[in-house]
């Protein structure tokens, strides 16, 4: 039986792991850079300060990656105005995800290789410009650039070097400490790179910007801030391409995502024994219904009084779908672990909210260009 402190320490660490990502929309690279630390440490807790085993922990600890990273890629959504670099970071991002669940089926770590996560690295670039100057200055040769350089430089490396070699940096540090003087010169290569990448970069603005801009009052919470006759046209323009149709771009990127997510949480998390189709079925009928009584809500003139509204509501709907799909998967020889499956589609959830919320911005923000 464990510790009760023990037990302690491990669900302040996951709530922690869960909360953190939550502040990456509004604080896009403290966020990020906040949750890679909890990512880091968060074993190393466990073994100094517990006694728990920490093999059944693995499971989530991937599960809450994949997490983080999501709800980074939907950040984009909210706060990116370069439309090049959202493109072409929803194509790594897909990307990765791809290999993740190759990966998850198949077992094969060269495919984390040949997929890297070069996404992350590309946020975190980009942010990192955003603190001192306008996105829009980096063009589609520059952003292209940072992305093959990251991929080439930083993400084969270190990919080979966990999931090839399966080699331990801290390890490989005590056994000769005169190996940190190469990682000092390789980490000298890589800021001269980026001075050559950003050196012609126009004057900076005053301080620093940490925090995303604000989303526009007509795509806030509540209804209500909708005053001027220009607002509720805009309001209207979003909320028509959005729900009057129910097979929309939206709703394919949607099935497309959750799909990915479910099949790696799903391969992921223990008891979960369903196939890959059914889970994908599985998923794409919980988009199809959550996206229906939304817009079936939208028509009538309902909108979500908040995010925290909305959220609490479609995992309502969502347990309920669960506990259907419960009783009739073993009449097709599936079956599920009901806590381990309400644990991801509570993620999954969280996931489908932000992404109806900051798409409508991001829809804003490309007729707003146009």
């Known amino acids: 039986m464990p510790d009760t402190s023990d037990m302690l320490i491990f669900w302040v660490v996951v709530a922690t792991r869960f909360l953190v990502p939550l502040s990456i929309p509004k ?60 493109r072409l970071s929803r194509f790594l991002f897909y990307y990765r995800l791809v290999g993740t669940a190759l990966f998850g089926l198949t077992n094969l770590r060269a495919l984390l290789f040949i997929f890297p996560n070069v996404f992350e690295y590309l946020f975190i670039f980009y942010e990192a410009v955003s603190l001192k100057w306008d996105p829009k200055i980096l063009t589609r040769n520059r952003l292209v650039i940072a992305a093959a350089l ?31 003087i190469f990682l000092i010169a390789w980490a000298a ?3 001269g790179m980026t001075w050559w990448l950003l050196r012609d970069l126009p004057p900076s ?17 509540s209804t209500e801030s909708v005053r001027t006759r220009e607002e509720r046209k ?32 799903a391969e992921i998390l223990p008891g979960v024994r369903a196939n890959s ?16 009584l939304s817009q079936w809500l939208v028509r009538r003139g309902r909108q979500w009084k ?15 779908l669960i506990l259907l799909f ?41 007729d707003d260009k146009k």
């Open 27 to 86: 604080y896009p690279l403290p966020g990020l850079i906040a949750s890679l630390v909890l990512d880091a440490v968060d074993g190393t807790i466990f073994q100094v300060f517990t006694d728990l085993p920490l093999e059944g922990y693995q499971a989530y600890d991937k599960a809450l990656d994949i997490y983080y990273l999501t709800i980074t890629y939907l950040s984009t959504l909210r706060n990116w105005s370069n439309l090049f670099a959202f």
């Open 150 to 180: 990251i991929w080439i430089f930083v993400k084969l490396p270190q990919e080979y070097w966990i999931h090839i070699a399966e080699m331990s940096t801290t390890e490989w540090l005590m056994e000769n400490p005169l190996n940190s």
């Open 189 to 191: 290569v890589l800021a």
């Open 205 to 221: 603005r005053q301080g620093f910007s940490f925090a995303a801009d604000p989303i526009p009052s007509f795509l806030s919470d």
């Open 234 to 265: 805009r309001m209207k323009m979003v909320n028509r391409l959005l729900y009057e149709n129910l097979v929309t771009r939206e709703l394919a990127e949607k099935i497309v995502l959750i799909s990915l997510l479910s099949i790696i949480f």
């Open 277 to 292: 189709l059914q889970v994908a079925a599985g998923v794409a009928i919980l988009i199809i219904i959550n996206t229906a």
């Open 306 to 320: 908040s995010i925290i509204q909305e959220f609490v509501i479609m995992s309502t709907v969502n347990l309920i």
């Open 326 to 366: 419960d009783l009739v998967l073993p009449l097709f020889r599936g079956s599920i672990d009901l806590s381990d499956t309400l644990f991801f589609v509570l993620l999954l959830t969280l996931n489908v909210t932000l992404y109806d919320r900051y798409r409508r911005t991001h829809i804003w923000s490309y």
